[in-house]
């Protein structure tokens, strides 16, 4: 199984991105799919979420109202669109595939992980 990240890049405050995560080797559709994210000199936390057809999103409080999780179960593909972006939104953004048909913000229920996607936003 491989998560392959893109997307990430260095914006000003304001701007938007996106990201993308083509999944490989197994069957995606089948899975829930999600973003987490981690700053320099802090855990890897939660972003965004998504089931296993794209019915059911859940996003952490920040992310509320600025980004959008999607999935495209033809191209093996989740997508995270961030606008409006804070310098604080700069970390590395990981895509993870759940054991489950829906995701979470528990890193446990996570079976794997991309390689990560540095997204810096300058103020």
């Known amino acids: 199984v491989q998560l392959q990240a893109s997307g990430g890049g260095l914006v000003q405050a304001g701007d938007s991105l996106k990201l993308s995560c083509a999944a490989s080797?197994?069957?995606?559709?089948?899975?829930?799919m999600g973003w987490f994210r981690q700053a320099p000199g802090k855990e890897r936390e939660f972003v965004a979420a998504?089931?296993?057809?794209?019915?059911?999103?859940t996003y952490e409080d920040s992310a509320k109202g600025r980004f959008t999780i999607s999935r495209d179960n033809v191209k093996n593909t989740v997508y995270l669109q961030m606008n409006s972006l804070k310098p604080e939104d700069t970390a590395v953004y990981y895509c993870?595939?759940?054991?489950?048909?829906?995701?979470?913000?528990?890193?446990?229920?996570?079976?794997?992980w991309g390689q990560g996607t540095l997204v810096t936003v300058s103020s």
């Open positions: 993870a595939s759940y054991r489950r048909a829906w995701g979470s913000e528990n890193k446990n229920e996570v079976s794997y």
């Open positions: 998504i089931n296993w057809n794209g019915s059911s999103k």
């Open positions: 080797g197994r069957i995606f559709s089948n899975n829930g």
